[in-house]
């Protein structure tokens, strides 16, 4: 692994990684954006020309569940190893100059994405069944979780590196 | 309105590849329980101080269970021992609990949702040191 360090720096490196981690999280972001508001307000048949509100949440929901999972499962591995480099590189600086409610959000944060990690194997579950009537409100309540979860992972992981990135 | 027909038709097709362990009554027991489990044990893990492993990240050295931070060796991290205990404890739950496919009829459903709403203020409340200082 270390020969990676011959033709880039340490930083520059942890920095890619980071960009990586953040494009995976935006695409989780919106595949469960799409998929909670498509069972949050969905679209009823209309007559005339879709609006780009209507076509937003007129997705078939459960065809984002496996990927859903993936991307959670790859981002959460991704975000675990750019954490031992974050625990020495980054959190001990913002320690240094007081940023305690910023690295809080941030612990948060993890907790977050484990609980989020957790969550998969029901969600995935109940999305895979989606004429079981008796799913439909947990189905609901888990989809609406799960985005509200990635979208505080995603808000404080961008929070924090405004705060203090690898560059 | 035809957008949400289509896109239905498409991933029906790609979907049968799923159907096998989406439509088992094991697995969905085995999801059921993992996922009621998972917060739990995580809470409980952070709380009582049950990491798997910790992990010194200054010197990649790995302590079975919590050990503390060694001096001048950096700071330990437990983040990683309580996700292997939630992971290992909530999987070998739903194991067991998959061996009783009628288990998921008569466990009440909401719990998947609320308990780690629940654990959400419990593991805030953990992380006081950095909301007081």
Known sequence: MNFIFDYIS???????????????????????????????????????ADGFLTRFRAVYGAGYATAV????????????WIYTKYRISIRIPLERIGYWKTLGAFEMKEHVAALGLGLLPAYWYFW???KNPAYDSVRTAVTLLLAAMCWYAFLVGHVLNNARGFG | MAVAGREADTQ?????SARSLATSPAFGTFAIVF???APIIY??????????FTYHPATNRIDFGWAAPRPNEGPAMYWYGWVATMLIGASLLGIVAAGFPRLRVRIPLFLIWLLPLLALPILAYGLMPFWTR
């Not at chain 1, 490196?13 to 909670?36: D, S, Y």
């Not at chain 1, 999972?69 to 675990?80: H, P, Q, S």
């Open chain 1, 10 to 48: 340490v930083s520059t490196f942890w920095t890619i990684v980071l960009i990586v981690h953040a494009l995976l999280a935006v695409t989780t972001l919106g595949a469960l954006t799409h998929q909670a508001v498509s069972v949050a307000l969905p679209a009823r048949r209309i007559v005339g």
């Open chain 1, 69 to 80: 999972c993936v991307l959670w499962v790859v981002t959460f591995l991704i975000g675990g």
């Open chain 1, 128 to 130: 895979k069944n989606p």
């Open chain 2, 12 to 16: 029906e097709t790609q979907d049968k």
């Open chain 2, 35 to 37: 996922t009621i489990a």
């Open chain 2, 43 to 52: 809470v409980a893990s952070e709380v009582a101080g049950w990491p798997l």
